[in-house]
């Protein structure tokens, strides 16, 4: 999802990094499904170029992350295709991405 958003806001084929860990629980150890992640704003190009792109709006990535993940559910046969129109007409769809904890270079 990362690689596909990438590659559609730089308008090229980059390559990029990152480092997911799922978690199932949130405060108290309460059920709360959810992946953490450390990934590179950006990616390198075909030259080997680092193709910076900061991640300042988090709207545009949330809907195709949540459009990747109900199309997937889709194609497993999880659900069908009249829950999945309900699933995407949600206007509160329960997906979310928090960027605000950053980690800089040190060059």
């Not at 559609?8 to 860990?21: A, M, P, Q």
């Not at 995407?88 to 329960?94: A, E, I, R, V």
Request: aromatic content about 14%; overall charge negative.
């Amino acid at each position: 999802m990362i690689q596909d958003y990438y590659n559609e806001v730089s308008d090229k084929d980059i390559t990029t990094g990152l480092i997911l860990s799922y978690q199932t629980a949130g405060d108290f150890a309460r059920w709360n499904c959810h992946w953490h992640g450390l990934l590179l704003e950006g990616g390198f190009d075909e030259k080997g170029d680092f193709i910076f792109l900061p991640i300042s709006d988090t709207k545009q990535m949330t809907e195709l992350f949540r459009r990747k993940v109900i199309k997937l559910f889709e194609d497993k046969k999880l659900i069908n295709q009249d829950f999945a129109k309900n699933l995407l007409s949600w206007k509160n769809s329960g997906f979310s991405i928090d960027n605000s904890v950053r980690i800089y270079s040190s060059e």
